[in-house]
């Protein structure tokens, strides 16, 4: 029997109009839903795809580390790949039916040859199986695309934007095809199409320290180290005129940077600092060191050529020169008054060297006419130029027009045949670490504020920053509507959201935190605590008692400041940091990187000694490792009574004991890292490593972690701030933003309010904060998308992602259906509201789940339903008139997509017991004129008595949540 209800006035006062707390709002309407194919399809789309490897592989005795995994698929059958945005192999493919086949060059030292995988893509989900009859050889190519199924990249969807602030450390320019690239201190390349008026970073690169630019061969060449001073050689190369970087894999020590490239005599060649010189072979991908005969200094900061030959600048060892290139070298000092060659450079006949590491009196630049034999002083010298005292350090020279100009740290100078002049002197510092030139157009790089130009040969000179985000942050922080950030120099602010930023007067030094305490703000880093009471516009220093050595983290707790000094241990202030004393005892190790706290208890994450616990405000401190690893503890955070600390050169664990034990996380990304950032905001917990990971965040006090890297192409943040719905991450170029990480939405099924019980097409309920800018109900069918200026993204396990329609929406509750279509399995929720604010959450759907609207819109009691027959509410009857077991309609959702908003019956798959009797499931599917909605029309069994039995319907093997039936 299917029994068409229409007769709704039993349903509206509980459902249709009723309060927007618990609520579905039921349009009265039939919807035709259409479901999307999922059928195979014949080619691989270009475009990016991404895949996340949960955990280090081992294969032999090499390791692959865990991260986000990039393949990109281009145009003319070019492909790249890598992990979390370096990438590592490139080359061609091809698709054959199922089979596509991935090519790297036969020059690369690695991975070159052929590989065969089987494809299939199913919505954005491709998955990649190394066919068995063509195994690769490349094991990295292997676990890099079957470790994990790849999804289409879509970059609407991203997560992140950076919002400066511009300018930062240029330590290389480079001016190339008409275009210009800038490359710096934690940023990356940045590239210039017109001339320097604005710039964009580049891909495959960022987060990178770049010392050395050059081309050769129509390739662009970036020399690079992995964090700024750290020793970590790296070549990268480019084939699209600087778009994307490709890592070179070469055998230089993992010590040595490359600072400098040259080309001579149709080879190219790169300065090493600490493994000498090193030659490119007949492929980008080979490269073999030099011999060093005669080379007895092999840190090499500089080169130069001129006719056939080859002069190398040392650190201390001066200047050599090859004839035979590089094979064997002479040296080439007579007349050189100090050994420290930071810069070369050739002008006709004439052999310029300048030095940057010795007092005023050596730092100078030296000129020689007969390639090299013998030097003089250039004019009468830097130092004679300048006031007593100067440093006078020079890190790059370039002729032009008659004149040599210098970067250095007296700005920018020009030698105009008898004397130094600085003919750009920067702000707020003179110093530049590079300089090149483009016609009679000079780019200089400065140590602090990016790229200055000059069109008339050195005379004018712009600063120009749009776009140029190179800046090294250290720390975010928000108050009073001003965001602060820190910085490797001073204490930026922005008082727009990161649209305008200008420096603060707060002195010279490293700023690695901020905390807001007392109606000021706190920065402390490098040279101690400053505070500002007037949205920095002034900074008062508060050192009295405080030892010297990095601060890391100031934090409040009750009405005492606490910081750690490292090297010095724990300091603690009663007065608002005028005063500082040190609490120490019961500490084995003063090396202090981290503080938090836990309440009233205090725990500071100790190098080479673990995590230490107070709980009489820094009195005594106690070891609390049990269940640690050994290694250094990096950072440790607090929330809602759980601790978690992160272990160098493990990963991150956590204590519900207040540190007494600790475990390991079992689920999600295990992440593994050297140094670690973490910190607790917005009731989310976030962390990063300097591996390369990006931001990790867990919604689940630290049980598990995802990354949530879409858009931060950064690699890696050292800070993290809330500010209402909206997360700040510091990082090694700016500041990051993201509107869609701090909110979590709940999502329940909208009958039982089970959130395990989530089907395609069923009524959902979504909790939350801010998801809803105003109270807004649908009207009219079809369902909008959206309502009220609030939309639902729903991405299924497949990756398509889905827009959801929607009945009510509120500040903290949003009702919406799941898509037809939406595949089982792990599932993305975004609700963004009119305001671009956006809830988070995950959910897991299932095929079937059925679940029972009740009268109180809980979940629980009564149940939503009425007489079949008579349309007439509880209590019912146990009979009909004619003596016949009397039939209901119970109204629910998440029966399946099989049976709902559309004509089906699927009641031989359906049972039901009422008071733990079996009764007769005469129809099961859509109630016609409802959303979502499911309809049972049920036999009550025979013999029920008079009151309240429990009611449970059942679809494989998914029992429903137990309402009630009345019967009088």
């Not at 580049?202 to 050059?214: D, V």
């Not at 008595?945 to 449970?952: A, E, M, Q, R, Y």
Request: charged share 10%; with cysteine.
């Amino acid at each position: 029997m299917h029994t068409h209800h229409t007769q709704c006035s039993a349903l509206t006062p509980n459902f249709a109009f009723a309060a927007a707390r618990n609520c579905v709002f039921f349009v009265l309407l039939t919807v035709a839903v259409a479901v999307s194919s999922q059928a195979q399809t014949t080619s691989i789309p270009l475009g990016s795809y991404s895949a996340v490897l949960t955990q280090d592989v081992r294969v032999g005795n090499l390791t692959f580390l865990g991260g986000e995994y990039q393949l990109t698929l281009l145009e003319g059958g070019k492909y790249r790949l890598g992990r979390n945005d370096f990438i590592t192999l490139t080359g061609n493919y091809t698709v054959t039916g199922n089979l596509v086949e991935f090519a790297s060059p036969a020059t690369m030292d690695t991975c070159s040859g052929k590989g065969m995988y089987q494809w299939t893509l199913t919505g954005n989900r491709l998955t990649l199986t190394a066919a068995t009859s063509r195994v690769d050889s490349c094991l990295e190519r292997i676990v890099s695309l079957t470790s994990s199924p790849f999804f289409k990249q879509d970059p609407t969807n991203n997560l992140w934007k950076n919002i400066g602030p511009t300018g930062g450390a240029v330590y290389a320019v480079l001016v190339n095809d008409s275009k210009v690239y800038a490359g710096g201190d934690g940023g990356g390349v940045f590239l210039s199409a017109d001339n320097g008026q604005s710039w964009k970073a580049t891909r495959g690169i960022r987060a990178n320290t770049i010392r050395a630019l050059g081309t050769f061969n129509g390739l662009l060449f970036a020399g690079a180290s992995s964090t700024s001073g750290a020793t970590v050689g790296r070549i990268f190369v480019s084939t699209d005129g600087g778009e994307t970087w490709e890592l070179l894999v070469t055998n230089m020590l993992a010590s040595a940077v490359v600072y400098d490239f040259v080309s001579s005599n149709g080879q190219f060649y790169a300065a090493t600092l600490g493994d000498g010189v090193w030659r490119m072979g007949d492929s980008p991908y080979k490269w073999e060191k030099l011999g060093t005969t005669g080379l007895t200094n092999q840190r090499v900061y500089t080169l130069a050529t001129s006719g056939n030959n080859l002069f190398a600048g040392t650190d201390g060892g001066g200047v050599f020169v090859s004839r035979d290139s590089g094979n064997s070298w002479t040296a080439a000092n007579v007349g050189l008054a100090f050994l420290r060659i930071r810069a070369l450079a050739v002008d006709g006949s004439k052999l310029y060297a300048g030095t940057a590491f010795g007092s005023a009196a050596t730092n100078e630049v030296s000129v020689s006419e007969d390639n090299g034999l013998t030097w003089k002083r250039l004019g009468n010298g830097i130092a004679a130029d300048f006031p007593a005292g100067s440093p006078n350090r020079v890190y790059e020279l370039v002729p032009l027009g008659g004149k040599l100009f210098a970067a250095g740290t007296s700005g920018v100078l020009a030698f105009d045949g008898s004397k130094w002049n600085a003919v750009h002197t920067g702000s707020p510092t003179a110093s530049f670490y590079a300089v090149t030139s483009s016609g009679n157009t000079l780019f200089a790089g400065a140590w602090y504020d990016g790229i200055a130009r000059s069109t008339d040969g050195g005379v004018m000179w712009t600063n120009l920053g749009n776009g140029l985000s190179n800046r090294w942050t250290l720390a975010v922080h928000k108050d009073n509507g001003v965001l602060y950030a820190g910085m490797t120099d001073s204490v930026f602010i922005s008082r727009d959201e990161g649209q305008t930023w200008s420096r603060t007067n707060a002195p010279t030094a490293a700023y690695y935190t901020f905390l807001s305490f007392e109606n000021k703000v706190y920065a402390a880093g490098s040279n101690g605590v400053y505070a500002t009471d007037n949205q920095g516009q002034t900074w008062t220093r508060l050192n009295t008692g405080l030892g010297t050595g990095i601060i890391f983290r100031i934090i409040g707790a009750g009405n005492l400041l606490y910081c750690g000094v490292l090297g010095r241990g724990v300091y603690r202030s009663a007065d608002g940091g005028q005063n500082w004393t040190t609490v120490n005892t019961g500490l084995t190790s003063t090396q202090i990187f981290d503080l938090t706290a836990n309440g009233t208890t205090l725990f500071a994450a100790v190098s080479t000694a673990g995590v230490f616990r107070s709980t009489d405000e820094g009195q005594n401190w106690t070891a609390v490792n049990a269940g640690l690893p050994a290694g250094p503890a990096y950072s440790v955070a607090a929330l809602n009574n759980t601790v978690v600390v992160a272990i160098g050169g493990q990963t991150i664990y956590r204590s519900t004991d207040n540190g007494q034990t600790w475990t390991a996380p079992q689920t999600g990304f295990i992440a593994s890292g050297t140094d670690w950032w973490m910190d607790s905001r917005g009731g989310n917990l976030y962390a990063s490593t300097d591996d390369a990971h990006g931001v990790l965040r867990s919604t689940d006090e630290g049980r598990s972690w995802q990354l949530i890297n879409m858009g931060f192409d950064s690699r890696w943040a050292t800070n993290f701030f809330v500010s209402g719905a909206t997360l700040y991450a510091a990082t090694p170029n700016g500041v990051y933003v993201s509107n869609s990480l701090v909110n979590r939405a709940s999502t329940v099924s909208a009958a039982s309010f089970s959130a395990l019980a989530i089907v395609e097409k069923s009524i959902v309920t979504a909790f939350g904060p801010s998801l809803a800018t105003r109270t807004d109900s649908a009207g009219s069918l079809p369902l909008p998308t959206n309502l009220g200026g609030t939309t639902v993204k729903v991405r299924d396990s497949l990756g398509v992602e889905r827009l959801a329609p929607l009945f009510f929406v509120s500040a903290e509750q949003v009702n919406y259906q799941i898509p037809a279509g939406t595949a089982a399995g792990p599932t993305r929720i975004t609700i963004t509201n009119s305001d671009g604010i956006s809830a988070t959450g995950d959910l897991n759907i299932v095929a079937r789940a059925p679940a029972i609207f009740t009268i109180s819109a809980n979940g629980s009691g009564p149940a939503a339903a009425v007489d079949a027959l008579t349309g007439a509410a509880a209590p019912f009857n146990a009979t009909q008139s004619n003596g016949q077991p009397n039939i209901i309609s119970v109204f629910g959702t998440g029966l399946g997509a099989d049976a709902t908003d559309l004509d089906a019956n699927v009641n031989t798959s359906v049972t039901a017991t009422i008071g733990g009797r079996a009764a007769t499931v005469q129809y099961a599917g859509h109630a016609p004129g409802y959303v979502g909605t499911n309809q049972f029309n049920i036999t009550l069994p025979a013999g029920l008595t008079t009151g309240n039995h429990p009611l449970i319907v059942t679809r494989g093997g998914a029992s429903s949540n137990s309402v009630t039936i009345a019967i009088k």
